[in-house]
């Protein structure tokens, strides 16, 4: 096994989080019970904040990089886990206060591993990544609300070219539910309606601050943008419905009223990928195992070396990238 590699490290600079390429040795590892020889990560939002300094993800310095990570167990202190195991890692703190994914090796505490399903390859896996199964997630949660039917009322997913978006259109249009995609990027149209969706409407359309209980439109929702964008779903959404919101890449804020709660009953359910306990996991992955059409997500998925890291945050950051953008880490 060849005991030194490359990784993307955050460092402190003059009080500021900056990243870039370093060397390390296995031995420069925590001291975690499993070493995963780690064969794909991924960027996400959070990645780009984390590797462009434009966020402080990393709570504690030095830090490496990236929130996930599919590849092999090499060696195990844990009876749970043997070499030769093939897992994923979504969240657990990773990058913000556990060393993260971008570099050959890592090594990760037992409870942080999950399965990989027979029919994914690492790379696939992180195609999925932390996007994709946040967006499993916001669908399980969704279904167990009762809200959504196959057939039934629309299902607004905002945000719909990225990651999140691109996933949860697939997975809700597997199951027969009508999705309408919301999206800034009109050359996108195609490429959604291809995923699944069958209605597309203008992203603008729903940052413009509007009454607190507007027109019913939505059964449910998949929201990864928040700010207004989620207060205009959530006044859209019909009676009893319910938002399923995990991501703020418009923003944090939300200028709402209770009316759509106590006159609608509309629900407002919050996901949370990073700390989800393993059965919530395992249920994600089975339906993307399940529901996942290989050519969709062969559609939404670009392949990057991790040496082009830099300029892929600055571009997720941006709004330039599409689907899933997955890192070759030995490259």
Request: net charge neutral; with cysteine; hydrophobic share 45%.
């Amino acid at each position: 096994m060849t005991d030194r590699f490359t990784a993307f490290v955050i460092e402190d600079a003059n009080g500021k989080p900056k990243g870039g390429f370093k060397e390390l040795s296995v031995a420069d590892l925590p001291d975690h019970e499993v070493l995963v020889e780690i064969a794909f990560s991924a960027l996400n939002y959070k990645d780009g904040l984390a590797v462009s300094g434009k966020g402080r993800i990393a709570r504690k310095l030095p830090m490496v990089a990236g929130i996930d990570l599919a590849g092999t167990v090499v060696e195990s202190r844990a009876p749970d886990w043997k070499p030769g195991d093939r897992v994923v890692v979504n969240g657990w703190g990773l990058s913000e206060t556990q060393w993260g994914a971008y570099g050959r090796f890592q090594r990760v505490k037992p409870e942080w591993l999950t399965r990989l399903p027979d029919v994914f390859t690492p790379e696939q896996a992180m195609a999925i990544g932390t996007a994709g199964y946040t967006a499993s997630l916001c669908v399980d949660a969704l279904e167990d609300r009762g809200v959504i039917q196959p057939g039934g009322g629309e299902v607004l997913v905002t945000g719909a070219a990225g990651g999140v978006g691109s996933v949860a259109i697939a997975l809700l249009a597997a199951r027969g539910y009508p999705v309408t995609a919301s999206t800034g990027r009109p050359e996108q149209a195609d490429y959604l309606k291809g995923l699944g969706a069958t209605g597309i409407v203008e992203r603008a359309s729903l940052l413009e601050k509007g009454a607190p209980l507007q027109k019913e439109r939505w059964a449910g929702a998949v929201d990864s943008v928040g700010g207004i964008t989620l207060v205009n779903a959530l006044s859209q959404t019909v009676y009893g419905g319910a938002v399923a919101a995990c991501g703020l890449a418009g923003s944090t804020d939300l200028p709402t009223t209770v009316l759509p709660f106590i006159l609608r009953g509309v629900a407002l359910l919050g996901i949370d990928s990073v700390m989800a306990p393993a059965a919530r996991r395992e249920r994600a992955w089975a339906r993307l195992a399940r529901d996942l059409d290989s050519g969709k997500l062969a559609a939404m998925t670009t392949v990057e070396p991790m040496s082009k890291l830099p300029e892929l945050a600055d571009a997720i950051l941006a709004g330039k990238t599409r689907g899933r953008v997955v890192i070759d880490v030995n490259r």
